[in-house]
């Protein structure tokens, strides 16, 4: 077995980014996803596979190993099926994409980053309305926790995750809050992409840009 840490794991793939060989950072996770131990799990390691197979090009491996983390069912980063749809969507297979958005929609999460990822994988596909949809529940479930920690916030209660339904602490609303500015970038440029104004979304946007 060999113990790997999240920190081992971005060492790799920040040599990668230095290398430009993803397939060479491919293959090493592979290896480590069959002996992995300890500090994270086999799932994730599967997950970051796949990333760097599609950083290369090759979808169909990089499906292969999204596959192999949702069979897994360890803890990742995110949620595998956001991956997945974007590989499938690559591959032709867009009904079959379009079937694990809905699921994870259906799930209704409360991670703004799946939010992030499935308008990401959306606006690329052109489908800038789906991507303005996901990104403006992202933003939701982002002022949710926010007006669930101390009482205050920004927009209504979000449809995906109401306010009441969650019990954030401190941690949660600064990861969550890390997220909202990315989400409300996506969601502009899908509104600009739609012809529509600027919205009270679009003023937050500009406050958190002043602010920053």
Request: hydrophobic residues 40%.
């Amino acid at each position: 077995m060999t113990h790997v840490t999240e920190d081992d794991l971005d060492d790799l793939e920040f040599d990668t980014l230095r290398t430009g060989d993803h397939i060479a950072a491919a293959r090493r996770l592979a290896e480590l996803a069959e002996s992995v131990s300890g500090g994270v799990s086999r799932a994730n390691v599967l997950l970051r596979a796949g990333e760097q197979w599609q950083h290369a090009g090759d979808h169909g491996k990089a499906a292969d190993f999204y596959h192999r983390a949702l069979e897994d069912g360890g803890e990742t980063y995110g949620d595998p099926r956001a991956y997945l749809a974007d590989a499938l969507f690559e591959l032709g297979r867009p009904d079959e994409a379009r079937a694990l958005v809905d699921q994870i929609r259906a799930d209704r999460p409360r991670d703004p980053e799946v939010y992030r990822a499935v308008a990401e994988v959306l606006y690329a596909q052109g489908d800038a309305t789906g991507a303005h949809d996901w990104a403006t529940s992202g933003a939701d479930v982002v002022l949710a926790l926010r007006d669930s920690a101390v009482g205050t916030g920004v927009g209504g209660p979000a449809e995906t995750a109401p306010a009441e339904s969650l019990t954030p602490g401190p941690d949660d609303v600064a990861i969550a809050e890390d997220s909202l500015e990315a989400l409300l970038r996506l969601r502009y440029r899908a509104r600009v992409d739609l012809g529509r104004g600027e919205d009270d979304y679009d003023a937050l946007l500009d406050d958190l840009l002043k602010n920053a």
